[in-house]
């Protein structure tokens, strides 16, 4: 912007009018709004997982450090004692943080649109499966019709919410968490569950629906 005589002149540089539309979307995008998840910013992140998940997912397991280094470049954070099974599927993996000794176990999926955090020493069983994307229930609010030059075309409208997984939490094989949930502290969710809402710490929960069957790690008496 120059400023001449008291008039303000600007200058619109095409480069940086993309990357402030880039980043307008990844914030509407981490605060629950509808975004375009075909957005350029999103585009780039799919690009740089897939290319880091094929060539994790091709690594022995007993390659740890080149293993760990893969993940490292992939991830939002890792911390230590990690180990993550492959094959691993996941979205854009720079929303995934995890903390210190944790195990994922393998074919795992974890769709991280929003923010996945794992915290300390958790296990998850085989065949989890996060996901931080969703779309509204109603059809006229999921799918909108604009005027085209080819004619109507339907414009998909998609919004993602965090998860958590506090500390000292076990997911157990094949459960299913949906967007928006937090397994609190030291709870643990048994085989094949769905969860659909947010499970207190310290709890026992099973089925689908996920439901609390009873508190867990109780004080001694």
């Known amino acids: 912007m120059i400023q001449e005589n008291s008039v303000k002149y600007v200058y619109f540089c095409p480069q940086l009018v993309k990357a402030k539309i880039m980043d307008s979307e990844l914030k509407k995008c981490l605060s629950g709004e509808w975004y375009d998840c075909h957005a350029p910013v999103f585009i ?28 490292k470049e992939m991830l939002g954070s890792i911390g230590k004692k990690v180990s993550v099974g492959n094959p691993f599927v996941c979205d854009y993996g720079c929303n995934i943080h995890i903390g210190n000794n944790v195990s994922i176990n393998t074919g795992c999926t974890l769709v991280d649109c929003n923010k996945i955090t794992i915290g300390n020493n958790v296990l998850i069983a085989p065949n989890v499966q996060i996901y931080t994307a969703t779309h509204p229930i109603e059809l006229n609010e999921r799918l909108t019709p604009v005027e085209t030059p080819n004619g109507i075309e339907y414009v998909r409208h998609t919004y993602a919410l965090p998860v958590t997984i506090e500390d000292g939490c076990w997911i157990g094989g094949g459960v299913i968490i ?44």
């Open 44 to 71: 780039e992140f799919k690009r740089k997982t897939h290319r880091l998940l094929l060539k994790y997912n091709a690594l022995p397991y007993e390659s740890r450090e080149e293993r760990r280094a893969v993940l």
């Open 178 to 221: 949906l967007p928006g949930v937090t397994i609190g502290r030291g709870s643990v969710i048994g085989a094949g569950s769905v969860v659909t809402k947010s499970i207190p710490e310290n709890s026992l929960a099973v089925g689908n629906p996920c439901k609390v069957i009873r508190k867990i790690n109780l004080p001694h008496e």
